[in-house]
């Protein structure tokens, strides 16, 4: 059983900076891709910023320039430094990670269960 789970989440002023970190925990034998989304009150789901395996990084542009990820692979971490925070920002956080248990098995999806950030004017 894999799972993921978020936190770093809370209310910090337009400016601010906010450090979300997520943890895998569970059988694993490798960890793929691991990604931040986020999905704001009335908004789709979008992709925040993403990390492969061997460092490669993705940033949307709204936030590319503020924020960081980074991937810590022996402890089956992946982090969102978030930096210059504006209200925009606000939404859940979810941590999505693409995870083998095994060498014969495929890659699967898994979903943290979100951490709120809240970046007020």
């Known amino acids: 059983q894999v799972q993921l789970v978020e936190s770093g989440g809370g209310s910090v002023q337009a400016g601010g900076s906010l450090r979300l970190s997520c943890l895998a925990s569970?059988?694993?034998?490798?960890?793929?891709?691991m990604n931040w989304f986020r999905q704001a009150p009335g908004k789709q789901r979008e992709l925040v910023a993403a990390?492969?395996?061997?460092?490669?990084?993705h940033y949307a542009d709204s936030v590319k320039g503020r924020f960081t990820i980074s991937r810590e692979n022996a402890e089956k971490m992946v982090f969102l430094q978030m930096n210059g925070l504006k209200p925009e920002d606000t939404a859940v956080y979810y941590c999505?990670?693409?995870?083998?248990?095994?060498?014969?098995?495929?890659?699967?999806?898994?979903w943290g269960q979100g951490t709120q950030v809240t970046v007020t004017s």
């Open positions: 990390i492969s395996n061997i460092g490669i990084t």
């Open positions: 569970g059988i694993i034998f490798r960890i793929n891709a």
């Open positions: 999505n990670a693409e995870i083998i248990q095994s060498a014969r098995d495929a890659a699967v999806v898994h």
